[in-house]
C-alpha cells in the first residue's frame, strides 16, 4: 500500500477523489434471502453488507421474552476474510459493542409493543469493510426491518462525519478514519428528527461538533433518499412478479 501523507489534495478533494461533504457511491438491493423474513445488501465504497431478519416469533428461550414489547437482538459480525489481515472468526469485544449500538440505533423506530412476548432477530455480516461498516449496518438493517413486515416509525439511516488533516468530512472511508484525528458516527430518524445514535472518537471543538452533526444530518437525509427508492423498486419488482 503506497503511504498516504496528505488526505486533503491541494484541489480539496479527498483521496479517492471525493468533496469534503460527498457520500460514497451506495447501492443497496432488498430481499436477497429467501429463507430470511427479511434482508439487504449495502454496498457503500468497498464496504460489503448483508443483514438477515427473523421475525416476530415467539421468543426462546422464553425468560428472553418481555410482556410488554419484543426483544430485539443484533449480532454484528465481520468475516475472517473482511479486512486486510485476517479476522479471527470469534466475535470479538469491538462486534460486540457494535452489536449491541446498531441495537440501541433501531429500537426507537420499530413498533416492538405490536408484539410482546416475541423476538426479532438482526444478523449483520459484514463481507468486506472500508471504515463507517457500523453506519452502513444500520442503514441496512432497517431495510430489512421493513422488507420482513415489521411496522416502523421510519427508516433509520446513519453516516459518519470526522475530521482530516484539520477539516470535517463526511462518510470517512478507512483510510481517513485510520490517519483522521476525529470520527463521529450518527444515527438519524428523519419523521422523528430524532438521532438514536452519536458517538466519539477524537476532539472536536464546540463550533466543529455543531457543524459536524449538521453535516451528519445532510449525508444521512442524502442516503434515506436512497433507501426509499430501492424500497421502491423492491416493491414494483415485487407486483410485476
Request: glycine share 6%; net charge neutral; proline share 5%.
Amino acid at each position: 500500500m503506497t503511504e498516504i501523507k496528505k488526505l486533503i489534495d491541494e484541489n480539496g478533494l479527498r483521496v479517492d477523489g471525493r468533496k469534503l461533504d460527498e457520500i460514497r457511491p451506495i447501492k443497496i438491493e432488498i430481499g436477497l434471502l429467501a429463507n430470511a423474513d427479511g434482508s439487504a445488501y449495502i454496498e457503500q465504497g468497498r464496504n460489503k453488507i448483508i443483514v438477515a431478519v427473523y421475525g416476530p416469533r415467539e421468543a426462546q428461550p422464553k425468560h428472553i421474552g418481555l410482556h410488554d414489547r419484543a426483544a430485539i437482538r443484533c449480532r454484528y459480525h465481520m468475516a475472517p476474510f473482511s479486512t486486510d489481515e485476517r479476522k479471527s472468526p470469534a466475535p470479538s469485544r469491538r462486534e460486540i459493542e457494535i452489536s449491541k449500538v446498531i441495537r440501541e440505533a433501531l429500537e426507537p423506530a420499530i413498533f416492538s409493543e405490536y408484539y410482546p412476548r416475541s423476538m426479532i432477530d438482526i444478523f449483520i455480516e459484514v463481507l468486506q469493510s472500508d471504515g463507517g461498516s457500523r453506519c452502513a449496518a444500520i442503514t441496512a438493517s432497517s431495510l430489512a426491518l421493513a422488507d420482513a413486515g415489521i411496522p416502523l416509525k421510519d427508516l433509520v439511516v446513519a453516516c459518519a462525519v470526522g475530521k482530516i488533516d484539520g477539516k470535517l468530512a463526511v462518510d470517512l472511508s478507512d483510510v481517513e478514519d485510520k490517519l483522521g484525528e476525529a470520527d463521529m458516527p450518527i444515527a438519524y430518524i428523519p419523521a422523528l428528527r430524532k438521532i438514536s445514535l452519536i458517538q466519539m472518537d477524537g476532539i472536536f471543538t464546540e463550533e466543529e461538533f455543531f457543524k459536524a452533526l449538521n453535516m451528519a444530518k445532510d449525508a444521512c437525509m442524502k442516503i434515506y433518499k436512497i433507501q426509499k427508492e430501492a424500497l421502491k423498486q423492491k416493491y414494483l419488482q415485487t407486483e410485476k412478479e
